[in-house]
């Protein structure tokens, strides 16, 4: 009975680790540093460097296809790049995947279209400090991290709205 009842906490721990590393409630961190430059691995063709998005705000979400809240998400962003991505800002997704196929599938499942990219040896997590998925980072026409959000998020509501036009300074659409 007693083994029972520890198997039973390490269950119930467990899933509380979890919920806490995967959480669906965003939370938003201010940030002001120098974003460091890193190569870039297009997940459809080609490379390049994170740099290459200077000179206009960038929103880099860090996703994985295996991750729930960041599927849950991928609609709203996808509809936000729609509406934002190229003409006031733009809008990356870098997968985690290790397998570059899942990360394809899942996009091509999805209808995702905006510009995404493989990290495949985690070099751009550890920069971005993606330590719990999905992440969105709000980097400004300089390259400097101004906010970090944690947890799923909807895209589509005027919190994420209002959010992302304050933080880049932009008009409303």
């Given at each position: 009975m007693i083994k029972m009842f520890r198997v039973f906490?390490?269950?119930?721990?467990?899933l509380g680790?979890?919920?806490?590393?995967?959480?669906?409630?965003?939370?938003v961190q201010v940030i002001d540093e120098q974003l460091a430059d890193a190569a870039l691995n297009d997940l459809a063709s080609g490379a390049g460097k994170l740099a290459q998005f200077r000179g206009k705000p960038l929103l880099i979400n860090v996703w994985a296809s295996w991750c729930g809240p960041c599927r849950e998400e991928?609609?709203?962003l996808e509809r936000l790049a729609k509406?934002?991505?190229?003409?006031?800002?733009?809008?990356?997704?870098?997968?985690?995947?290790?397998?570059?196929?899942?990360?394809?599938?899942?996009?091509?499942?999805?209808g995702?279209?905006?510009r995404n990219y493989i990290d495949r040896n985690l070099v751009l997590?550890?920069?971005?400090?993606?330590d719990r998925l999905p992440l969105t980072v709000l980097v400004d026409a300089d390259g400097r991290v101004i906010k970090r959000i944690?947890?799923?998020?909807?895209w589509d509501s005027p919190e994420a709205?209002?959010?992302?036009?304050?933080?880049f300074r932009l008009g409303a659409r």
């Open positions: 906490l390490m269950c119930i721990t467990g680790v979890l919920q806490n590393a995967y959480s669906a409630n965003a939370s991928m609609g709203s509406r934002y991505d190229g003409k006031q800002i733009n809008i990356i997704g870098i997968s985690t995947d290790d397998d570059r196929s899942a990360a394809l599938a899942y996009l091509k499942r999805a995702i279209t905006f997590e550890k920069i971005l400090r993606a944690y947890g799923s998020r909807n709205t209002n959010l992302i036009t304050q933080a």
